[in-house]
């Protein structure tokens, strides 16, 4: 199949909504514009910068539509830009949700900081900026955002966690008087939190059966204290030309279909829900089939050639994973015959022996000589970089990839004789498991800490598809 290239000219309004810092209300604001303008018939198209699964799953709730991840540390600048410009073309409004602060990045100059992404892919920011307890100072601290970084482009301020209309109104006074920027709107210090909560932040939007009751009172308390309407208006007037110069084929660098018929099991469930929606479709582009599985509820395995278990929260489920004899026996057989699996951090939890949490033990798999106990903080937490110093039954010896890891569960090597297993990769960058390795190798069983992505890691699912493709046919 010869590489599509194309040209498209358009424009489409867009915008990044950014903070000062974490926790100041972007997902708010995000999740309720993205809700309000897909309750205006708009077809909203959502984008989280970073590495990010839980926002990026509650925008695409928000938007009825997939949330794609841009991240400038783990792609090079064309690929953020195409892959941008391919998923907005047809959208009636972007909206991307900044992380962190808005000029926080991997150094001091600010190295793929939300500031860099929107400069490089011409978005301006919707700032959003929390005056609890503070007016005057507020005009400050958005006008210290306007000089800082050249070539930035400022749409407006959201004032977040008001107390008053007095207090609206001197804020948004004191902005507009000093920093010539519009107040679109604010969101009053709201007595409960709209979205639900847990022990490691955000619950994910897999496991909340209450997403659309949430997003929907998010939509009422924007639609209610912004200009929604104003904020669509001036994106349109500043939205930048843009070009679409390759398809989606040629995006993920793919030329033809490889591994038509060949059949993927992913496990996605409220366990494992951790998945790039790129990771899938790069599959999907090289001719796989998925086959979605819930190790849950399942009882059965269908006939598949290899299999994919992303992250999650495994120790949440961990008493549902337990009670499922059928479903671990059943991935046990299979991994033991020989089955060819790629696992990421929940997914290398899962295939272990036990995971303790609340001082409580839960039966896994057991296909790895692992035991996993959660901890209060993070063992890992950061993008990572890792080598292959032998061969996994996926990578070969020599190569690099790049990710991240976020995880509290630390691991520790059970006495088992009669399995098989190595680490194939030491950490460049990031922690890994103890001492600095990575990467557990047992029969044809990958399982890592560190998820990547397929824009970021073009030749990921190649790379899977191919090793799965030379060690299913020993199985049929």
Request: glycine share 10%; with cysteine; hydrophobic share 40%.
């Amino acid at each position: 199949m010869k590489e599509n290239t194309i040209k498209e000219n358009f424009k489409v309004p867009a915008f990044t909504v950014a903070a000062l810092s974490g926790g100041s209300g972007k997902t708010i604001v995000s999740l309720g514009l993205a809700r309000a303008f897909s309750q205006m018939g708009k077809t909203v198209c959502c984008f989280k910068k970073g590495p990010d699964y839980i926002d990026a799953a509650w925008l695409a709730c928000a938007s009825f539509r997939p949330c794609y991840n841009l991240d400038p540390f783990l792609m090079d600048g064309e690929t953020l830009r195409d892959s941008f410009n391919l998923r907005a073309k047809n959208a009636d409004v972007a909206i991307i949700e900044g992380n962190r602060g808005l000029f926080d990045g991997m150094d001091v100059t600010g190295t793929s900081s939300t500031s860099r992404l929107c400069i490089s892919i011409k978005v301006p920011v919707l700032l959003v900026v929390d005056c609890t307890k503070s007016t005057r100072t507020v005009a400050a601290m958005v006008l210290g955002c306007l000089k800082f970084e050249h070539g930035l482009d400022f749409l407006g301020v959201i004032l977040n966690r008001v107390g008053s209309q007095r207090h609206v109104r001197v804020v948004t006074e004191a902005v507009e008087t000093y920093t010539g920027l519009p107040v679109m709107g604010f969101i009053p210090r709201l007595k409960k939190d709209p979205l639900p909560m847990r022990h490691l932040g955000l619950t994910p939007a897999d496991e909340f059966t209450g997403q659309s009751e949430a997003l929907d009172a998010l939509a009422r308390i924007v639609e209610e204290n912004v200009d929604v309407e104003k904020v669509l208006a001036l994106s349109a007037q500043r939205s930048a030309n843009r070009s679409v110069n390759r398809d989606i084929m040629a995006l993920f660098g793919v030329r033809d279909r490889p591994f038509t018929g060949m059949k993927i099991g992913v496990v996605k469930d409220a366990a494992f829900q951790f998945y790039y929606p790129e990771n899938l479709e790069a599959m999907e582009l090289l001719g796989a089939e998925l086959i979605f599985l819930n190790a849950l509820y399942d009882r059965a395995i269908p006939p598949v050639d290899g299999m994919y278990i992303g992250g999650g929260f495994p120790e949440t489920q961990a008493n549902h994973l337990e009670k499922n004899h059928t479903f671990r026996k059943e991935l046990l057989r299979l991994i033991e015959k020989g089955l060819p699996v790629y696992a990421e951090c929940g997914g290398l939890m899962y295939l272990g022996r036990k995971i303790v949490w609340k001082n409580k033990k839960f039966n896994m798999v057991k296909a790895l000589p692992l035991e996993f106990e959660m901890k209060r903080k993070p063992a890992g937490h950061g993008y990572t970089t890792l080598e292959f110093f032998a061969d996994s039954p996926f990578y070969k010896k020599g190569a690099r990839i790049k990710g991240h890891e976020f995880h509290y569960s630390l691991p520790s090597l059970c006495a088992d004789p009669q399995t098989d297993h190595k680490f194939v990769c030491k950490v460049i960058r990031g922690k890994g498991f103890p001492g600095g390795q990575e990467g557990f190798v047992t029969r044809n069983t990958f399982s890592t800490y560190t998820h990547v992505h397929a824009l970021g890691q073009k030749e990921w699912a190649r790379t899977f598809l191919q090793g799965v493709s030379r060690f299913s046919k020993g199985l049929k």
